[in-house]
């Protein structure tokens, strides 16, 4: 069972290039004493698939989503719809119940052109790097005088990736986007934030 005030849905590009962005989604959620979640949790396959995917949002107390991947991809030359999809299922729910919704983007304006629906909230800008998640994580998350320094934040980062690069290498993988490897990055980075006197509730 999720607590809902600590869970924190996940709605981000599934690519290599933003695979140290994610990782360093992770470690700043984790050392917040946040417990993220995200469609890797949700089986592929069998049916209902959407209906979970709603599921799991609801349960969550906030959603983070990253808008940055706006042009085609893959070979059909595409864009990729499932994010601001699910962005839309996390507005309804917030509509309904105690819900946050934060919206991120690399580059600034952009959100005004690909999602114009969307004027009037704000972006949190990250710029591509893990510097510019670990702002936006403290800007959303962060309460005044109790979240950990930005250099204990890129700290705990670098140590979650030589974990997550451990786990890639032993299953012969290239990225951390499979549920396996979601799951045991979640744990190292609650582990690594508790050794480090991170987590604030038992």
Do not use: W
Request: a neutral charge; glycine letters at 8%.
């Amino acid at each position: 069972m999720l607590l809902a005030d600590r869970a924190v849905f996940l709605n981000v590009p599934f690519d290599l290039k933003y695979r140290p962005l994610f990782i360093a989604l992770i470690a700043g959620l984790a050392a917040l004493g946040s417990e993220p979640h995200c469609v890797l949790e949700v089986p592929s396959a069998g049916r209902n698939r959407l209906d979970r995917i709603f599921e799991l949002i609801e349960s969550c107390g906030s959603s983070i989503h990253d808008l940055s991947r706006v042009g085609l991809s893959g070979k059909f030359r595409v864009p990729r719809f499932n994010m601001p999809f699910e962005l839309g299922l996390a507005y309804s729910i917030s509509r309904k119940q105690n819900h946050s919704v934060f919206v991120l983007e690399q580059a600034s304006h952009r959100l005004q052109v690909s999602l114009s629906d969307l004027n009037g909230l704000d972006p949190h800008i990250h710029d591509g790097t893990q510097d510019g998640i670990y702002r936006c994580i403290l800007d959303c998350f962060g309460t005044s005088g109790r979240e950990p320094t930005f250099t204990t934040l890129k700290s705990l980062g670098r140590r979650l990736g030589q974990a997550v690069a451990k786990l890639e290498h032993e299953q012969a993988l290239r990225d951390p986007f499979h549920p396996y490897v979601f799951r045991q990055a979640v744990r190292v980075a609650a582990e690594i934030a508790q050794a480090e006197g991170l987590l604030r509730f038992s």
